[in-house]
């Protein structure tokens, strides 16, 4: 059974930095495209960030553009997102998804979805 499990969320003060990451297993884990997205209460999921597993290609949100990165151990079969500078706006609970290439920035695309970690970020 594909399995994506999120680690690494937690409170952090606005400044400040959190790496999560997305282990997988019961996939050929280089044959998947993967994708961090996040959801805050009352909005609709949405995209933060993508990566090619085959590839090494990135896409990442405006809003999170120059502040977050994304990137993976094929050798540990985990994509991380190293998050600086996080802002308020930034608290979600945010979810790992992954999906045959290419990636889309599109919820409905993904078909596998971890748990979930819940990212705060305030004073």
């Known amino acids: 059974q594909v399995q994506l499990v999120e680690s690494g969320g937690g409170l952090v003060q606005p400044g400040g930095s959190l790496r999560l990451s997305c282990a997988a297993s019961?996939?050929?884990?280089?044959?998947?495209?993967m994708a961090w997205f996040r959801q805050a209460p009352g909005k609709e999921r949405e995209f933060v960030a993508g990566?090619?597993?085959?590839?090494?290609?990135?896409l990442l949100a405006v809003s999170v553009k120059g502040r977050f990165t994304i990137s993976r151990d094929n050798a540990k079969n985990t994509v991380y997102l190293q998050m600086n500078s996080l802002k308020p706006e930034d608290t979600a609970v945010y979810y790992c998804?992954?999906?045959?290439?290419?990636?889309?920035?599109?919820?409905?695309?993904?078909?596998?979805w971890g748990q979930g970690t819940q990212v705060t970020v305030s004073s």
């Open positions: 998804g992954a999906r045959k290439p290419p990636f889309t920035v599109r919820r409905y695309d993904y078909p596998y």
């Open positions: 019961g996939l050929t884990f280089s044959s998947y495209a």
């Open positions: 990566i090619s597993w085959s590839y090494g290609g990135t």
